[in-house]
């Protein structure tokens, strides 16, 4: 155990010894220069002037040497090169805002822009790669010219000559840093921004998204200005920095916003006083570009406070409930305000610097952000699930309950129906064959002994018949109201032609048309006592039945040629047979005409097929 624990140690501290004599050489290759010589000049100027030249020591911001000079400053440096055929590389790590490169003479690198609209070479270092002509055996001269703003912290920073691949190393370093990390930055912001956009669009009800979306897509385009190396679309270096500015502060409303809303909380008067300056902040930059851009710094220091004082409630807010998102929230918007607070002083020059550090760590921050509201997303899902399981046994249980309940009602009706069949069909054995019964055992009581034969038949055929009519009529739920015409016809043409009647009978469009039980045996029983009258009492001699279907009803007529009825037997309060067809047609939906006279009696029904 000992043996492998130093054997770790040596490999270590080998380890450390190769890094420190690597780190050695490279700085023995390189050479760092961090005075030069400076100068300032006109926008127009070619050549730097003669006179006026100061040492100054780099990192240099001039604002601070001349705080009113907008224009141009020359920094001429000097180096000592042993052999101009050597390969050699150049690399200048801070030039705000733009400008051109001179090597002995020669230009080496210009930007497109030297005047307004000035290009923006601050956010990237620049990397030459030096070989004879250019280079001189001995002293060799670097000449530098600087266009920029005062209010922009214009520039130059410190240069490195040496080994091509120790200077490449600490470009793509240095780059790395200032510019590829904030892409980075930029297409992350970009990315969900978008993807919570659209989230919050299928879900408008859950604001947290739409917020958060905004947010990041308003510092995207603030981020815009540490990857942009012009001013477009914008006219001037002002309108840029002015717009930049809105950004910043409509990116800390919306941030402030959101910590609200996924706190979970509403503040009317503050929200709606942080939505008016932000609407100022972006008029300003709108219609006063020109002001506003020089005077940015207190926008953006009220949208650091909107980030600052959200932040702050946040923190307070996860302390209280200690909720998992909150925390994990929380933890993610510690380390940038941390950082942030170094920005703000490289920003306002408090410390000397070429690199804003809140994009190193705003990449953690976007994930865990990212991966919060992606959190909160999921539980959403989650208890959406729940509750659907949730409701589909409740459903389950409802259907189970409902369905027993509905087969417990079918069972009741069920009963109700056979008892209201049963009454229905005592009623009508009691008025149809009830009736033929005690007609028929009175007409045998009072008729003679020698009764012929023939007689006792035809009564007992009689009551038949009326029995047959309420079987047939009660024999099943539904039938061809034709096959339950078929019997009762057959029986009264008998009637009839025993009686010198002649009968005849039209059906029209009958084809298909079924009554139930009670509506069928209702229409027999009514048709059974009209015929029966006409048999017994009109002293006709032709008479005619016509049943059709007129769309979706039925229409009856019976027209006999007898001798009419009275009128105490037409009326309502006339005889118990007369009362009971229309009780009958009563029940069949319809009502019941009668016309009477001496040469005749005219009976109509219409009911409609569906009760």
């Known amino acids: 155990m000992r043996r492998g624990a130093c054997a770790s140690f040596l490999m270590l501290c080998a380890l450390w010894l ?13 050479l760092t220069i961090d005075r030069a010589e400076a100068v300032r000049s006109d926008w127009n100027a070619t050549e730097p002037p003669a006179t006026g030249w100061t040492s100054v020591k780099l990192m240099d911001y001039w604002d601070a040497r001349w705080p009113d000079h907008d224009g141009v400053v020359w920094y001429r440096l000097h180096w000592r090169q042993d052999d101009s055929n050597a390969p050699t590389a150049l690399l200048i790590d801070y ?18 822009s030297l005047v307004e609209p000035l290009s923006r070479t601050w956010n990237s270092p620049q990397y030459y790669l030096l070989s004879a002509p250019v280079l001189r055996q001995g002293e060799n001269t670097l000449l530098v010219r600087v266009s920029g703003l005062k209010a922009y912290q214009p520039g130059f920073g410190t240069v490195s000559v040496g080994d091509p691949s120790v200077v490449h190393a600490q470009y793509r370093n240095d780059r790395f840093r200032r510019y590829d990390i ?88 503050v929200e709606r006083a942080m939505g008016a300056l932000t609407l100022l902040g972006l008029m300003a930059a709108l219609l006063a570009p020109g002001w506003m851009g020089p005077h940015r710094t207190p926008w953006i220091l009220l949208g650091g406070a909107f980030f600052y004082l959200a932040i702050g409630w946040f923190l307070v807010r996860a302390w209280s409930v200690r ?17 942030s607070f170094y920005d703000f002083a490289l920003y306002f020059g408090w410390v000397r610097g070429d690199t804003y550090l809140l994009s190193l760590t705003s990449v953690l921050t976007l994930i865990g952000v990212g991966f919060v509201l992606a959190y909160r997303f999921v539980m959403a899902m989650r208890r959406t699930e729940g509750f659907n399981a949730e409701l589909q046994r409740e459903v389950a249980a409802a259907t189970s309950d409902l369905a027993e309940t509905l087969s417990r009602q079918h069972a009741t009706e069920l009963a109700h129906s056979r008892a209201g ?22 007409q045998l009581e009072q008729a003679p002994e020698d009764m012929p034969k023939a007689k006792v ?35 009264f043409g008998r009637l009839m032609e025993m009686a010198d009647i002649d009968s005849r009978w039209q059906f029209d469009g009958l084809d298909g048309v079924e009554l139930d039980t009670a509506r069928s045996l209702d229409l027999l029983r009514l048709l059974q006592e009209a015929l029966t009258n006409v048999f017994k009492h009109s002293s006709a001699r032709r008479v005619e039945v016509r049943l059709a279907r007129v769309e979706e009803h039925l229409r009856l007529r019976i027209d006999d040629d007898g001798q009419g009825m009275t009128t105490q037997a037409s009326s309502s309060a006339g005889g118990a047979g007369l009362a009971s067809m229309r009780l009958r047609a009563s029940r069949l939906g319809g009502q019941l005409r009668i016309d009477s006279d001496a040469t005749g009696t005219a009976l109509q029904l219409e009911f409609p097929l569906v009760s």
Not at 98 to 105: K, L, S
């Open 18 to 30: 190769a890094m420190a004599c690597a780190q050695a050489h490279a700085s023995a290759s390189v």
């Open 95 to 112: 030039l705000c805002m733009t400008g051109a490169v001179y090597v002995n003479g020669s230009l080496i690198g210009r930007d497109p």
């Open 182 to 269: 904030k892409l980075i930055n930029l297409a992350m912001s970009v990315v969900l921004g978008g993807m919570f956009l659209l989230i919050w669009l299928l879900r408008r009800q859950e604001s947290v998204y739409g917020w958060f979306a905004l947010s990041e897509l308003a510092g995207s385009l603030y981020g815009v200005n540490f990857i942009a190396t012009g001013t477009w679309p914008f006219p001037s270096t002002d309108a840029w920095q002015a717009f930049i500015a809105a950004m910043y502060m409509a990116a800390g409303a919306s941030y402030a916003m959101f910590l609200l809303r996924y706190g979970e909380r509403r503040y009317p008067r």
């Open 323 to 339: 909720r998992i998102d909150y925390v994990v929230m929380a933890a993610c918007v510690i380390a940038p305000v941390l950082v």
């Open 421 to 442: 069949e049963r009454l229905q069909l005592v009623r009508d054995l009691h008025d149809g064959f009830g009736g033929t019964l005690v007609g028929a055992i009175t």
């Open 457 to 491: 038949v035809d009564v007992l055929k009689e009551m038949r018949d009326d029995l047959r009519l309420v079987v047939d009529s009660t024999a099943r739920d539904h039938s061809d109201l034709t096959a339950q015409l078929a019997p009762l016809r057959h029986r």
